[in-house]
């Protein structure tokens, strides 16, 4: 049986709150994740995080029942800081999270350890290159892949070929990516800025830049089902950084237009 958001608000900074003890926010953190990504330096986030518990409601309105009689297995791919995977393990779902952690110098080991602690499964590989498919064997019922999509240089259709062959044969890809089309980037173009990352991001960044590359409009995530044989079960439009009077007055395209939305998140079958 699936709880209220209040009660799901209440897991999700339970969850975070433990995540953020083992492996705080400081600036040693920072300086690692920025080698790759240089807007990371200075990046707030706690408040991307917090803000977060949004973002894991809306997967979690998609998630099956935890209730049912078999157990419910989710790969988390780029699981990051893990506090997706923890909020869901603790309401009943069994998670795996899987990232490229060799990337950031050991600062999230301490968090590996206790997730894995906690019984969740972490896996240090890359889903984005080409796997064999006999090396897939484990099957989910549930693959996530947030925030993900937008960071590729290079084509998904490896990415997209792993997850489908890690898939239960029933089994579904929860997919969130940035909208390009937001109402806030459109107000920048007419203000003659740029929507992609700054040049001195970019500039100041080790290769590989894992910043974003390339951002989703609603039509281009239909295609990729197409291209991918997935089938489009439901596509949803939200918001999660907007959360105040003024920002509301001044975006108010974004509580009207599915199109002018922040995040575009859909299931696939």
């Given at each position: ?14 969850s ?26 200075y ?32 790969l ?8 997706f ?5 603790k ?71 792993n ?51 390339h ?23 939200y ?21 002018c ?9």
């Open positions: 049986m699936k709880i209220s958001q209040q009660e799901f608000k209440k897991v999700y900074f339970s975070l709150q433990e995540i953020l003890k083992i492996r705080p926010i400081d600036q040693h953190l920072k300086d690692v994740l920025a080698i790759y990504d240089y807007g990371y330096k990046y707030d986030f706690i408040n991307y995080l917090e803000k977060s518990w949004f973002r894991a409601w809306q997967v979690y309105n998609l998630l099956p029942d935890p209730n049912r009689q078999h157990e419910i297995k989710i988390d791919l780029g699981g990051f800081f893990g506090n995977s923890f909020c869901f393990q309401l009943g779902y069994k998670t795996t999270i899987t990232d490229v952690y060799d990337y950031y110098q050991g600062v999230f080991d301490n968090l590996k350890n206790f997730l894995q602690g906690q019984g969740i499964k972490i896996m240090n590989r890359d889903f984005t290159a080409l796997i064999p498919i006999e090396e897939l064997s484990e099957k989910y019922d549930v693959i996530l892949c947030l925030a993900v999509l937008e960071h590729l240089a290079h084509s998904p259709a490896a990415l997209l070929y997850i489908k062959n890690s898939l239960k044969e029933d089994g579904s890809l929860i997919l969130e990516v940035p909208n390009i089309t937001y109402w806030y980037k459109r107000l920048q173009l007419l203000q003659g800025g740029s929507i992609l990352p700054s040049v001195e991001s970019i500039y100041k960044s080790k290769e590989p830049f894992i910043g974003h590359h951002e989703y409009a609603a039509n281009e995530i239909r295609d990729l089902a197409s291209l991918s044989n997935f089938k489009l079960e439901k596509m949803v439009f918001n999660y950084s907007v959360d105040n009077w003024l920002g509301a007055i001044i975006y108010w395209p974004i509580f009207l237009f599915n199109s939305k922040e995040i575009i998140l859909t299931k696939l079958k």
